[in-house]
């Protein structure tokens, strides 16, 4: 039997700091619902819905390490086999518990409560919690009616207490992902001493023209850091492995904010095998990729708005139609992520998205007659 929690004198609770009542908590995507009869999907954390590479699945049951001994904090194996396949000198790389602590230690070393940090809005949900944990004004700038960045306006919103802006391509939770030559052109307009986070989680599932190139623009711009996973493309999301490509001197301040021996020796290995079937992450991008460029072509083909697709998920702008439709999609054991003023369905297998095909063709015809 559980004995209830007594109720506390909220006098007598420690003082928190007033900034987390400027900002929900990050909420993960809903699990299923149970439905007779039919296979419960999870469409709502964009995870990888194909099997482990063989080799990862190799690496992870043969790898064997003591818990009692401290991972490589150094990550020098897969720092190095990184430089390797990118180009780039393992001083400019730096892995970290998942993208998020990246995102988390990028607010720690330009934030506090006199500066400004600028992202677009809707995107990913941890912008608005790390930058406000640090204490900085948030300036969150409107994507244009098409869901992509409205960069024009980002580099007007630019003031002398701006010391972030993040990017994010493909945009998470809308789709479209950024052009090299618009971003070139507002790089152009960014103080050398703004740093401009490219958070490219879903960079390898891109597949339109002239779509921007991270790591060229690194090359060009000292002020550029290049935020990547393996938790997406790589199918590696539980166990949390991310990493930056920045100047050394970025790598170096970020060095000082993460958290120790933070991604294990397992992690490790498993992202290293990755690395080293890159050709093969590519081409299983490249199948969802299709598919989901398939998916999006129906779901226009029955009259739906869906922003130009370029991650592993589609974007529905349901507004105040959200909260039914999440709903509609529970009711046939689906789950999606409702995120208050559209819906984001991540790319299943071709039978899942068939079934999911057939909520939203039922809903549409409920709801748009």
């Known amino acids: 039997m559980t004995t209830p929690e007594p109720s506390v004198d909220p006098a007598r609770l420690p003082r928190l700091r007033a900034a987390l ?6 909420i993960p995507g809903r699990q299923p619902q149970e439905v007779p009869g039919l296979t419960p999907l999870k469409l709502s954390s964009n995870e990888n819905h194909l099997p482990p590479l063989p080799a990862v699945s190799e690496t992870i049951a043969q790898h064997m390490s003591s818990p009692a001994s401290y991972p490589d904090d150094a990550a020098t194996a897969l720092r190095t086999g990184l430089a390797d396949r990118l180009g780039v000198s393992v001083d400019n790389l730096i892995v970290t518990t998942g993208a998020s602590e990246l995102l988390v230690a990028l607010t720690q070393i330009t934030s506090d409560a006199t ?3 600028i992202y677009p809005w809707p995107s990913f949900e ?45 945009n998470n939770p809308t789709g479209p992902a950024l052009r090299e030559t618009e971003v ?53 999301a539980g166990l949390r492995v991310g990493y930056a490509v920045a ?25 290293l095998t990755s690395v080293q079937h890159w050709d093969e992450v590519m ?40 909260d039914a439709f999440e709903e509609a999609a529970v009711a046939r054991a689906v789950a999606v992520r409702n ?31």
């Open 21 to 26: 009542d400027t900002f929900p908590p990050y």
């Open 126 to 170: 941890m912008y608005p919690q790390t930058t406000g944990l640090a204490g900085a004004t948030r300036i969150e700038v409107p994507l244009r009616p098409d869901g992509t960045h409205d960069l024009e306006a980002m580099a007007q919103a630019i003031t002398e207490a701006t010391t972030l802006v993040i990017l994010c391509s493909p």
């Open 339 to 369: 995120l208050g003023d559209g819906v984001r369905i991540s790319i299943g297998d071709r039978a899942g998205l068939d079934r999911v095909l057939e909520i939203t063709a039922d809903f549409r015809a409920a709801h748009f007659a």
């Open 184 to 236: 070139r052109e507002f790089l152009s307009q960014v103080p050398d001493r703004v740093l401009v986070a490219l958070d490219e989680a879903y960079w390898e599932f891109a597949t339109a023209e002239g779509v921007v190139d991270g790591l060229g623009l690194v090359a060009d711009f000292p002020n550029v850091v290049l935020l990547r996973t393996f938790s997406k493309a790589h199918g590696l």
């Open 283 to 322: 081409a299983r991008a490249a199948e969802i990729a299709e598919l989901r460029d398939w998916f999006a072509a129906e779901l226009r083909g029955q009259g739906w708005d869906v922003p130009e697709a370029q991650g592993n998920f589609v974007w529905l702008p349901l507004g105040e139609l959200s």
């Open 115 to 117: 500066t400004e940090a």
């Open 247 to 271: 100047a050394a001197g970025v790598i170096a301040g970020l060095l000082k904010a993460v958290i120790p021996f933070g991604v294990t020796d397992l992690s490790q290995a498993a992202a």
